[in-house]
């Protein structure tokens, strides 16, 4: 069936409308710090090292889909002048110093843009700034425990909560620290081989059982971002949530009192139930 150019149009025009939907509802889930449904990119960015990892991957998505085109399109000659209908008597020629020269060079050149910001982006992900914060994550079966060693020398548990949404990520207690303020975390393990991974703002590191591992991260924006163990440590790796609320610096003052009294005073108390999460 034939369509009208009218009927194309329109078509093309809903097509449209419906991508600029997905793509506006796409970034105001990610702001959420959270999957998001039909999400098809990265979440929402809510730190500087995020900034530049979505930096990265759009140079390296635009990157791409050109090498492809241009490939494709190579194809496409070939295919069309170069098969034997057009050509029944094939070129003997063997050597072309210009293209030999280009399709050396023009690779090394990809391949070098593709890592000086590859490199640069690494090392500011390495090279931890002076912290205004330091908390202590160790990845347990299954769950984590977070301590402020700056604050008072206070630890809780943080275990999957069923009762709150968003699914399978809210927790009973969240790690908080205070926005625009560097955090370095410490990650370890105390069983098994855990991963640290908050992807809003761009860190994921291993929690190794007798080794400390240390990444950071600067939120520029409040509010809860989540994330997961995202390495296989058993059976109930999946149920592994961490979740960070990020506050102004007065409401985490507050906080830290309100933990202190909390969880230091009754370290008995800083231990969530198992059992109880589990129901």
């Not at 000659?77 to 029944?88: C, D, E, G, H």
Request: charged residues 20%; positive net charge; contains cysteine.
């Amino acid at each position: 069936m034939k369509m009208s150019k009218g009927q194309i149009g329109r078509r093309l025009l809903g097509w449209a409308v419906v991508a600029t939907a997905m793509g506006t509802c796409g970034k105001a889930f990610a702001e959420l710090g959270q999957p998001a449904p039909w999400e098809y990119k990265l979440q929402g960015s809510a730190s500087p090292v995020m900034d530049n990892i979505t930096s990265f991957h759009n140079f390296l998505t635009v990157l791409i889909t050109v090498i492809t085109l241009f490939v494709l399109a190579l194809l496409a000659v070939v295919i069309v002048k170069f098969n034997a209908r057009a050509n029944p008597v094939p070129s003997r020629t063997t050597h072309n110093t210009l293209i030999e020269v280009a399709w050396t060079l023009i690779p090394v050149l990809i391949l070098v843009s593709i890592a000086v910001p590859s490199f640069r982006l690494m090392f500011e992900e390495l090279d931890i700034p002076n912290a205004d914060l330091t908390v202590k994550a160790t990845g347990k079966q299954w769950y984590w425990s977070y301590a402020y060693p700056d604050n008072g020398k206070f630890e809780f548990d943080s275990l999957l909560a069923e009762n709150k949404q968003p699914r399978l990520l809210g927790v009973d207690n969240e790690m908080v620290v205070p926005v625009n303020k560097v955090v370095r975390v410490q990650v370890t393990g105390a069983d098994v081989i855990h991963s640290f991974a908050v992807p809003a703002f761009g860190i994921k590191i291993d929690a190794v059982p007798g080794r400390l591992n240390e990444t950071w991260f600067k939120a520029t924006k409040t509010g809860m971002f989540y994330g997961q163990c995202s390495q296989l440590c058993g059976k109930d790796h999946a149920f592994m949530p961490i979740a960070v609320r990020v506050v102004s610096d007065q409401d985490f003052a507050a906080w830290v009192e309100d933990a202190k009294k909390k969880f230091a005073a009754n370290p008995e108390n800083s231990f969530a139930s198992i059992g109880t999460a589990a129901q």
